[in-house]
C-alpha cells in the first residue's frame, strides 16, 4: 500500500486566494468539487501533476452529499445483465473501504423474499455477487430463513399485498458518509501537495497562443475578487452542470446530461431497529427501495423523477415523498407517515443522454469523458463507488490526449486523509461522529468544547465546529450543519436551533463580525427550509 500522505493544514483564505495569482501556469485545474472532482484531483497530484480544484459554492454542496450512503456494486445491474459494470463497481468498494476505513464499513442487507421464486432468484444473484467481488468481498451472502429475517430486520412487512414474507437473503454492501468523504478527499489533496478553494467560481476560460484551452477566468464568490488561473490541462467536473462549462468553450455544445431527481427520507431510528438494511429490489413501478441505518436515524429512499431544471438545492416534490411514503408502508410493519420525517433531501443525478430514450431509468449511469476541440476535458456521470476510476480514467486520457506528460495512477493504494495505519484500532465506532476522523480525532478532542454538544441527533459540538473552520475549509453555518457534519440530513429541526450559536463559534474562528453572523444564518435558513417536509 502506498505511504500515508502528511498531514497538511489547509492554508489560510487569504493564502489560497494568493495561490490563485501565482502566474506559473497549474498542471491541471479542476473545476468542481463534488465525488469526481476531488476524486480528479487527488489523482492527478498523486500523479505529482501541480493541481488546483476550484469549486463554485462547498465542497459535495450538490448531488456528492445527497447520495443513499451506500458504496455498492449496484444490485440491479446485475439484474440487467450488465456484469463489466458490477465487477468494476465491486472492485473499487473493496478498494475505498481498504484506503478509507474511518469513512467506509460493511453493511448488511435484508432482501425480503414474497414470491415462490423470490429466494432462490435473489440468492443465486447475491452469490454471483460475491463471486464478481472476488477477494476484496466484504462477507458472503447466505440465505435466510422468515424467522431469520424477522430477527433480522424486526420491522420488515410479515406479509404484502395477500404475499407472506417466506424468508429472505443476507448480503453485503459498504456504507460511508458522502459529505465526509468528499472532506477526506479535500485534506488528502493538500495533504498531496495540491491545492483546493471553494467559493470560487469558473466565469470563463482562456486560450492558449494555439487557440486550446489554456486556463480558467475565476471569481472568488466571497470577497468578489477575479483571477486568471492558467493550466496545461483543465477538467470539467461539475456533474450535472457541465453543460454550462462546456457552452464556455464552444457555444454550440450539445446537451450531454439529462438531470434525475433523487429524493430520501429521514427517519427515526426505531423504523429500523439493529444494524442491517432491507433492500426491495423491485417495486411498483420497478424502482429499488432502500430502508438504511445510518448516523443513529433510518434513511429511505429513492426516487428516479426527470428534471429541466439545475437548481442546486432542489426541494423534493410532494409526489416523491408521498411514492417513498406508500412503498415503505408497504414493506415496513412500523408505518412511516409524513409527522414521522425529520429531514427530506434531494439531489440531481448527471445522467448522460442516450438519444432517443427518454425514461431517465433507462439512461446510462456508467461515467464519460469527451474532450473538446480544445483540449477541454469533460466528465459525468458515474456514481460515488467509481469515483476513483472514473478519476484514473480522466487522468489517462488527458496523458492519451497529450495534455499532461505520462505518470502513473497511484490511488487504488491511496490511503485517503485519515486512515489508520493497517492493523490499527479505530480511533471510535464506526458510523458515529467521531469515527470520520480517524488519525485526526486527537486533534479534534484538544480543541475547547469537545464535551458541548450542540445538535444531539448528529453529536456535534463545538470542537466539532472549530474543527471544521480550522482544518476543513467550512466558510458558513451551512458548510458545518450540513457537510462537516450531517445535522441538516438527519434532523433540520435540531439543526436550525443550533445555527445561531454555530454562526457565533465560526464567526470567532474566523474573525468575521455581526453583519457576516446574520449572513450566514439568513442563508442557511433559507437552504435548510428544503430540508424540512411542510
Known amino acids: 500500500m502506498t505511504p500515508v500522505p502528511t498531514s497538511v493544514l489547509p492554508p489560510s483564505r487569504a493564502a489560497l486566494l494568493e495561490a490563485l495569482q501565482d502566474p506559473a501556469p497549474w498542471d491541471v485545474v479542476v473545476i468542481g468539487g463534488g465525488a469526481t472532482g476531488l476524486g480528479t484531483a487527488v489523482d492527478a497530484a498523486a500523479r505529482g501533476y501541480r493541481t488546483l480544484l476550484i469549486e463554485a459554492d462547498d465542497f459535495a454542496k450538490g448531488t456528492s452529499s445527497k447520495a443513499t450512503k451506500l458504496v455498492h456494486g449496484g444490485v440491479r445491474y446485475l ?12 472492485h473499487e468498494r473493496g478498494l475505498l473501504n481498504r484506503n478509507a476505513p474511518h469513512l467506509v464499513w460493511p453493511l448488511g442487507f435484508v432482501v425480503p423474499a414474497y414470491g415462490l421464486l423470490d429466494q432462490p432468484f435473489y440468492g443465486v444473484g447475491l452469490k454471483m455477487y460475491d463471486m464478481l467481488a472476488g477477494r476484496l468481498n466484504l462477507a458472503p451472502s447466505r440465505w435466510l430463513s422468515r424467522a431469520e429475517t424477522l430477527a433480522q430486520a424486526a420491522t420488515v412487512a410479515p406479509s404484502v399485498g395477500g404475499r407472506t414474507l417466506r424468508g429472505g437473503v443476507l448480503y453485503y454492501d459498504g456504507q460511508f458518509d458522502d459529505a465526509r468523504l468528499a472532506v477526506a478527499l479535500m485534506r488528502t489533496l493538500f495533504d498531496l501537495g495540491g491545492t483546493a478553494v471553494n467559493y470560487v467560481r469558473a466565469t470563463g476560460l482562456t486560450r492558449d497562443e494555439r487557440g486550446a484551452v489554456g486556463g480558467v477566468l475565476v471569481q472568488d464568490a466571497l470577497g468578489g475578487g477575479q483571477y486568471a488561473v492558467r493550466a496545461r490541462c483543465v477538467v470539467n467536473a461539475t456533474g450535472v452542470w457541465v453543460d454550462s462549462v462546456r457552452r464556455m468553450d464552444d457555444a454550440q455544445a450539445q446537451t450531454m446530461v439529462a438531470p434525475s431527481q433523487g429524493v430520501h427520507l429521514t427517519l427515526p431510528r426505531d423504523f429500523l431497529p439493529g444494524d442491517k438494511a432491507i433492500l426491495i429490489p423491485k417495486t411498483d413501478d420497478g424502482r429499488v427501495l432502500f430502508v438504511v441505518p445510518w448516523n443513529g436515524r433510518t434513511i429511505v429512499g429513492t426516487t428516479d423523477t426527470p428534471r429541466d431544471d439545475l437548481p442546486l438545492d432542489p426541494p423534493a416534490l410532494p409526489a416523491e415523498v408521498d411514492f417513498i411514503l406508500s412503498t415503505a408502508t408497504r414493506y415496513l410493519s412500523r408505518k412511516p407517515t409524513r409527522a414521522d420525517v425529520t429531514s427530506v433531501w434531494a439531489g440531481l443525478r448527471p445522467l448522460v443522454k442516450a438519444t432517443g ?86 486533534a479534534l478532542r484538544a480543541l475547547p468544547g469537545h464535551e458541548r454538544v450542540l445538535v444531539p441527533a448528529s453529536g456535534l459540538t463545538e ?62 435558513e433559507h437552504n435548510a427550509a428544503h430540508y424540512r417536509l411542510a
Open 79 to 90: 439484474a440487467q445483465g450488465n456484469i463489466s459494470l458490477v465487477r468494476e463497481a465491486l
Open 357 to 442: 430514450e427518454a425514461a431517465t431509468k433507462t439512461l446510462s449511469r456508467e461515467h464519460t469523458i469527451v474532450v473538446s476541440r480544445g483540449g477541454l476535458v469533460t466528465v459525468t456521470g458515474g456514481k460515488w463507488t467509481t469515483y476513483r476510476r472514473m478519476a484514473q480514467d480522466v487522468i489517462d486520457t488527458a496523458i492519451q490526449r497529450q495534455l499532461l506528460p505520462q505518470a502513473h495512477c497511484r490511488t487504488a493504494d491511496l490511503p485517503l486523509h485519515g486512515a489508520p495505519a493497517p492493523g490499527a484500532p479505530a480511533a471510535a465506532p464506526q458510523g458515529t461522529p467521531d469515527s470520520y476522523y480517524g488519525t485526526d480525532l486527537p
Open 463 to 524: 470542537a466539532h465546529v472549530r474543527f471544521a473552520a480550522r482544518h476543513e475549509l467550512a466558510r458558513s453555518a451551512e458548510d458545518v450543519l450540513a457537510r462537516r457534519n450531517r445535522a441538516l440530513f438527519l434532523d433540520s429541526e435540531a439543526a436550525i436551533r443550533a445555527a445561531p450559536e454555530v454562526a457565533r463559534i465560526l464567526a470567532e474562528e474566523l474573525d468575521l463580525d455581526a453583519d457576516w453572523q446574520r449572513a450566514t444564518l439568513a442563508s442557511f
